[in-house]
């Protein structure tokens, strides 16, 4: 890898230049580490399921660099590192989707009420009016199933060119001209959905500034490219849809996802042919890996060769990242395993804050359970179950809204309501 030069292109000096790639760095580490704290809080049953964007750090921090405010994205469930480089995603944030806390205070995407990792920005205030888009980065809702959120992408960065061309009036809020760009993002697997190819011939067609980025680490779960994509490459697939000299169409690059300056070259290629001519762009980051396995639901051990699993450790994208900032003498090997270390302790404290944020509210409700239970043991101390059920309860080291109804509920079935009145409001609550 060779030194970038786009602290030049962009007037701003070496210095300064060093200062972004270290935050560059800083962000990059401490997303793996959310990652890969997560996926043991999964484990440890605190989460149901985890799903996380490890080995897609540096592209999204690189198109980070060339998102700019007034842009939407339209993306997936990977792209945690590019909203925590945006400042829009904490890792407290992070956490408490994890464990589906309902407070927006804590978890502002959806208060616990998507899958983990789905991500989204609001368009309005609490009081209803339209926040002026133009003054912040935008994020359409993510949703689950592959693919869908490619038909949206075409429709973000087709209000863009209908903006440019009817030039309507007191649309400041919602455009700059036409010069937004709808940033899409997918994994290498999804792009076999009907929906991809359905929305990749629309922007084709329609022109829009529609830059799609195409995260591939070359397997679909456990399934490899050669079972999945033709030629196994989605680049060559859509060589057809390239532009020509005389005929219109997409630009089509492709680049390795662990190449910095690499990446940084191509996407500001990209957005340059997007925001100012809309000629949409297709960007094939080739050769990432993926070093947690594709969730937290299965071993990428047991489908992988142990040559591949030794490639991933080698041309791990932060790896390779850390490699090139000391090679051309950004900064030194002491200092980024600083920056190492700080990047678990910020992730294990936030861990541990967001658990207890999210377990206080329980907690106040087991007291509350535990008070009722107490008060039907004072009046019926031969109900020897009710005891014992309260000392289970009182066990769990961690417990959730689920296991309190759960030992409310299974109390009914032995408790005679008219033996007291505390167990007739008991039943009341459980029912």
């Not at 709808?182 to 529609?210: D, H, K, R």
């Not at 390779?320 to 900064?331: P, R």
Request: proline content about 3%; hydrophobic content about 35%.
């Amino acid at each position: 890898m060779t030194k970038s030069s786009s602290f030049t292109e962009r007037n701003i000096s070496f210095d300064e230049y060093k200062k972004e790639i270290i935050q560059d760095y800083k962000t990059v580490v401490l997303s793996r580490e959310c990652s890969i704290i997560g996926r043991r809080e999964v484990f440890l049953g605190k989460g149901k399921f985890g799903i996380f964007g490890d080995g897609k750090e540096l592209p999204q921090i690189v198109l980070n660099r060339f998102f700019k405010n007034g842009d939407f994205r339209s993306g997936y469930y990977r792209d945690q590192t590019l909203l925590m480089a945006q400042g829009l995603l904490s890792p407290d944030n992070f956490f408490a989707a994890l464990y589906a806390h309902t407070d927006l205070k804590y978890e502002p995407m959806s208060g616990g009420r998507q899958m983990g990792a789905h991500f989204l920005t609001r368009n309005i205030n609490e009081k209803g009016e339209w926040l002026n888009l133009m003054k912040q980065k935008n994020h359409s809702s993510d949703v689950s199933p592959t693919g869908s959120q490619m038909p949206r992408l075409v429709g973000l960065a087709y209000a863009s060119k209908i903006y440019r061309k009817l030039n309507i009036k007191k649309s400041n809020y919602f455009t700059n001209d036409g010069n937004e760009i709808a940033w899409g993002t997918i994994g290498n697997a999804s792009t076999s959905e009907g929906m991809f190819y359905e929305a990749i011939n629309a922007a084709g067609v329609l022109q829009i500034p529609m830059i799609t980025s195409v995260w591939d680490d070359e397997y679909g779960i456990s399934v490899s490219n050669e079972l999945q994509t033709t030629k196994s490459s989605i680049s060559e697939v859509l060589s057809g849809f390239e532009r020509t000299t005389d005929k219109k169409g997409f630009e089509i690059l492709s680049v390795n996802g662990w190449d910095y300056p690499s990446l940084v070259k191509t996407y500001s290629k990209a957005e340059k042919l997007a925001r100012i001519n809309h000629i949409p762009v297709i960007i094939h980051v080739k050769e990432l890996t993926q070093p947690l396995g594709h969730s937290s639901s299965g071993s990428h051990e047991r489908y992988k060769s142990s040559s591949r699993l030794k490639w991933e450790k080698e041309y791990d994208c932060i790896l390779k990242f850390k490699q090139w900032i000391l090679t051309n003498n950004i900064s030194d090997n002491k200092t980024l395993n600083e920056i190492d270390k700080e990047a678990i302790k910020i992730a294990k404290k936030s861990k541990i804050e967001s658990w207890n944020n999210y377990q206080n509210p329980i907690k106040a409700e087991l007291q509350k359970f535990n008070g009722k239970l107490s008060d039907i043991l004072k009046s019926n101390p031969g109900l020897t179950f009710v005891s014992e059920a309260k000392e289970i309860i009182n066990k769990f080291e961690s417990i959730g809204y689920k296991e309190i109804v759960s030992v409310g509920r299974s109390l009914l079935a032995d408790i005679n309501p008219n033996i007291d009145e505390s167990i007739i409001n008991l039943k009341k609550i459980f029912k």
